[in-house]
């Protein structure tokens, strides 16, 4: 039975089917579906599609959980390129299974929340990676400078499904609940070539149900490493645990290693699983630096500076077609949204934003000077912009140029200018960290976290 976090045994309330088939829950697990906006399962139904007839779809759906009929579609496989290199396989379940998924988890979570352990982060209300982060930090401020990283490898696609249930009957009395659970877990999966494969382990990502099915799991790790008196942070599969010296660090590896392939059944990865010191270690797109002097340094990895560069370029190639606007707006959101996670980095960081910022310009520069065109053209739109016509025809006209080599002369950077792209919207990291660093950091901890760092 999940334990409380004061260690003792937690009696969750009941967790019923008529709580799940509940129209309000339905209604409410609906809308959930809906603002995620996500895409059509095998079946190719739209949430457009199940809105225009909402109320008898949910009245369908309320009565085949009640009186058993109910029965889970099909899951498409959908890969998405991961951070670190490879593909992550996705599952799409249909727009009605997810409803029914969502109205599971809404019964479901509050109680498993009640029991969770107060350091794991991902997929929590209340919780995130920041929250994740401020944590580790104290862990670190408090000595424990070495960090066992442990990845699990494939770990969604590796769940035990036998295991999974047993942790689940220990809590959920209602078998029709625990039926429509194993149906979800062994839905079949339909590939992107169409062939149909059978589902006999794992938790596939992309449903709504998968992130409480995973944190349910792993409570078990927590639960041991709290036993074991070890200070650590987990977010979703991501687990540190932080000690005192390269030595103890050694020895936790190797009995966590053991713990989780004997006792949870699933498999360490052991390439990528360290025991080093923080700073040489990416734990959320974040490095950590513990200074001599006792604070501690919140800086962007490299692998994450690199694939924002990526991006970057791939959001404003030079034979963009469209309106440099449009281009902006796209390249807006990318950085607003980056910024808003990372903006939790050290000032020390703001010179390289700077940089970030002004490669970017340049690129919008010679993407303008390309979509002009002939230097004729480029000459007249500079002097537009109140370029002297004599600095103008020299720079533009001295030699045979690339359109990224013009994109740097004089002429075109005093018309391009940083305040020409800010009237047309740019957003510069440089400009908006300070704001969304404060933001960030006036969130503290849980109350709960708070009293246990």
């Known amino acids: 039975m999940p334990k409380s976090p004061e260690g003792k045994s937690n009696a969750l309330s009941p967790m ?6 509940n129209d309000a829950n339905l209604r409410r697990a609906f809308r959930n579906v809906a603002a995620n906006r996500g895409a059509p399962g095998p079946d190719r139904q739209t949430i457009a599609e199940v ?14 959980l009640l009186n058993g009929t109910y029965r889970a579609g099909d899951v498409r496989r959908v890969w ?14 249909n727009v009605v299974d997810r409803i029914v998924q969502q109205a599971v988890h809404q019964v479901l979570s509050p109680q498993y929340e009640k029991a969770f352990h107060e350091w794991s982060y991902g997929f929590r209300p209340g919780r995130g990676a920041h929250t994740a982060i401020k944590q580790a930090m104290l862990h670190l401020r ?10 699990l490898e494939k770990f969604f696609d590796k769940v035990n499904h036998d295991r999974l249930m047993s942790r689940l009957e220990q809590s959920i009395a209602d078998r029709r609940v625990l039926s429509l659970i194993r149906q979800m877990l062994v839905a079949k999966v339909v590939m992107p070539d169409g062939v149909v494969v059978a589902t006999e382990r794992g938790t596939p990502q992309g449903g709504p149900l998968s992130p409480l099915l995973s944190n349910i799991v792993l409570d078990e790790l927590d639960r041991e490493l709290e036993a074991r008196g070890h200070r650590f942070v987990r977010y979703a599969d991501d687990c540190n645990v932080y000690v005192r010296s390269e030595r103890a660090g050694q020895r936790v590896m190797a009995s966590l290693e053991s713990f989780i392939e004997k006792r949870l059944r699933l498999k360490v990865n052991q390439e990528k699983s360290k025991v080093a010191k923080p700073q040489t270690r990416t734990f959320l797109g974040l490095t ?17 500076w690199e694939r924002l560069r990526q991006r970057l ?5 030079r034979n963009w077609g469209q309106s440099v606007d449009d281009c902006i707006q796209r390249v807006n959101v990318l950085l607003r949204g980056w910024l808003g996670y990372f903006a939790i980095c050290d000032e020390k960081h703001h010179p390289r934003m700077d940089r970030i910022d002004g490669h970017l310009r340049r690129r919008l520069r010679a993407l303008l000077l390309k979509q002009w065109k002939r230097k004729r053209h480029i000459v ?14 020299v720079d533009v006209h001295a030699r045979r140029r690339s359109w990224w080599a013009l994109s740097k002369v004089r002429a075109v950077c005093r018309g391009l200018n940083n305040e020409y792209f800010e009237r047309r919207g740019l957003y510069a990291l440089h400009a908006h960290w300070r704001g969304n660093h404060e933001r960030i950091w006036d969130i503290g901890l849980p109350p709960r976290v708070r009293q246990g760092g």
């Open 16 to 21: 019923t089917m008529e709580e799940i088939a």
């Open 288 to 304: 950590l630096h513990r200074l001599k002097s006792g604070p501690v340094r919140v800086l962007v990895a490299d692998s994450s």
């Open 80 to 93: 998405i390129p991961k951070a670190s290199g490879g593909q992550r396989g996705l599952g799409v379940p």
């Open 142 to 151: 408090a000595g424990y400078d070495w960090v066992v990283d442990i990845d």
């Open 51 to 64: 809105r225009e007839n909402l109320d008898e779809c949910l009245e369908k759906i309320g009565q085949s």
């Open 380 to 393: 007249n739109r500079l002097k537009q912009m109140g370029v002297p016509a004599p600095l103008t025809h």
């Open 313 to 317: 370029k791939a959001l404003t190639p």
